[in-house]
């Protein structure tokens, strides 16, 4: 059985990428959530019309990589400091009340870690619109990563 994750850490496009790398991780998609339009195109998200963020979704199995693996993970992908437009904001999208609480505890966590006002939201998770297939391993694709 597998479950998943969602996060917001900036262009998903690095995010994907680094995600695919994990012991564990089946697949991981690009994609869009949190927004009011149905369906949105690359094109609508960048116009800020959408209130969507850029986000990957993660399908992993629980018994080699753990929930908490993964969000110590999303910490190290991106600056949850910096209060990013909504299209590349810092967010946990949370499938279970488990997922929120683990969420809750590393954000706690990491802001008595820092000096610093954290950006980072979390919520339950939302529709996820998979992102068209030229953003899907665009990094691979391209010769990146």
Request: charged fraction near 20%.
């Amino acid at each position: 059985m597998t479950n998943f994750a969602t996060f917001g850490a900036g262009c998903f496009w690095g995010i994907e990428a680094s995600y695919r790398k994990l012991d564990g991780v089946i697949d991981v998609a690009a994609g869009y959530a949190g927004g009011h339009t149905e369906n949105p195109s690359y094109p609508d998200v960048c116009s800020g019309t959408t209130g969507h963020t850029e986000v990957v979704q993660v399908e992993y199995d629980p018994d080699v990589v753990s929930y908490q693996t993964l969000v110590d993970h999303f910490w190290s992908l991106h600056s949850p400091t910096m209060k990013e437009k909504p299209q590349y904001r810092s967010v946990i999208f949370t499938h279970s009340d488990e997922q929120a609480e683990v969420a809750r505890q590393a954000l706690e966590a990491m802001k008595a870690s820092r000096n610093r006002e954290l950006f980072t939201s979390i919520e339950p998770a939302p529709t996820f619109y998979r992102a068209e297939e030229y953003h899907q391993q665009y990094l691979v694709k391209h010769g990146v990563a």
